[in-house]
């Protein structure tokens, strides 16, 4: 037996019951990992992709598998989705919904600032195939239907924003796009479905990196594009399984177990970090804290009223960022001086804002560089609370700002 109707049980029980049941055969509680790149099938089953549909047998992983057919129900359930696709990375997941949606002579409004791989790829390779790409501060909701064009095909925001924690209003942006056809697409990997879900507010299209929060233990990379089956069938067959960017197995068994714990540990997540938090606003040392959970956010209200969880990501500046940042690598005996985000342990990494205007961020407008200059002055330490006592990290951070 398995819960057929998950639309009257609460978060926790979808996180641990979405897309599983026992195995019919052996009985076994804990859902199968199925590492079979291919399946028996029977004779006259066509060979193309152009003869597959949803909900056909099995053929061959890169078309579909039991196990990341279960990862993706989960996913759906808890983001109030039709339907998941899931991919071997965050990127792969972008990069697939990007070459699905726009072709040359297409144009599309997106995040000044979000991960910076995207951001990248609108610097160079999205131009070069003859699609136009323009960069506004999506916080500013007047700069958006000024940034929208005839030919513009998708807006594409991320909030909270990487890595500045700046916040866009889903719903509103949702508004203004739709009023003239456009379609919406939100990475909300910084807020999980636990705090936000994007397509309730309107979006048409949710993207997460599974690697961060959903798995939530350092040891998967993953993706996936959330939406509605109209949208996301013809993606899986002309995108996602010819791109073949699809992931194993294995990474998708893992995420599914880290996602079983999912509601409890944002929790510890948003206490340690509003926590930690408090304890980095009151030091002689830090200049600025960012965490939407706090007061002192200039999108505080926002935050209130979009996110029902605050997550555990925390920006700071300090004096000399490099040099603290040299301190901390040597120094921190808890916290790991590392990329990342969303683990069980807490990670810290800086993030020179000459490099990244350099690299990544390239602003053409004033108001673009303003913006980020109030966020991230010469630069900040991006710190990913883990679900370690809170206590402990700070005295961790007490010996080492010390």
Known sequence: MSITDLSFVGEQTKAI??????????????????????????AGTGF??????????????????????????????????????????????????????????????????????????ANE????????????DTSDLEAIPKAIQPNTKLVYIETPCNPLLRLTDIKAV??????????????????????TKPLLLGADFVIHSLTKYLGGHGDALGGAILGSKADLTPLRKKTAIRLGGVISPFNAWLIMRGIATLPIRMRVHE???????????QHTKVKKVIYPGLPSHPQYELAKRQMKNFSGIITFQVENGEE?????????????????????????F??????????????????????????????????????ENADDLIADLEQALN
């Open 17 to 42: 019951h979405a897309g599983e049941m026992p195995d019919p055969v052996t009985k076994a509680s804990a859902p199968n990992l199925v590492m079979s790149t291919t399946f028996v099938v029977d």
């Open 48 to 121: 193309s992709v152009e003869g597959f549909e949803e909900g056909d047998t099995w053929i061959y992983t890169r078309w579909g598998n039991p196990t990341i057919n279960q990862l993706e129900l989960k996913l759906a359930a808890l983001e109030q989705a039709e339907t998941a696709i899931a991919f071997a990375s965050g990127m792969g997941a972008i990069t697939a919904l990007l070459f699905h949606l726009l072709k040359a002579g297409d144009h599309i409004v997106i995040s000044d600032v979000t991960y910076a791989a995207l951001t990248e790829m």
């Open 125 to 136: 390779l999205i131009p070069e195939l003859n699609i136009e790409v323009t960069k506004v």
């Open 174 to 195: 949702a508004n203004i796009a739709h009023e003239v056809g456009v379609k919406l697409v939100v990475d909300s990997t910084f807020a999980t479905p636990i705090a």
């Open 271 to 281: 206490e340690n970090a509003l926590k930690v938090g408090r304890y980095l606003e």
């Open 324 to 348: 603290q940042a040299r301190i901390f690598a040597e120094k921190l005996q808890i916290i790991h001086y590392a990329v990342s985000l969303g683990h069980h342990r807490s990670l810290i």
């Open 350 to 387: 800086y993030l020179n804002s000459q490099d990244l205007l350099q690299t990544s961020f390239k602003f053409t407008a004033p108001e673009q560089l303003a913006s980020w200059n109030n966020f991230a002055g010469e630069g900040i330490f991006r710190f990913s609370i883990g679900l």
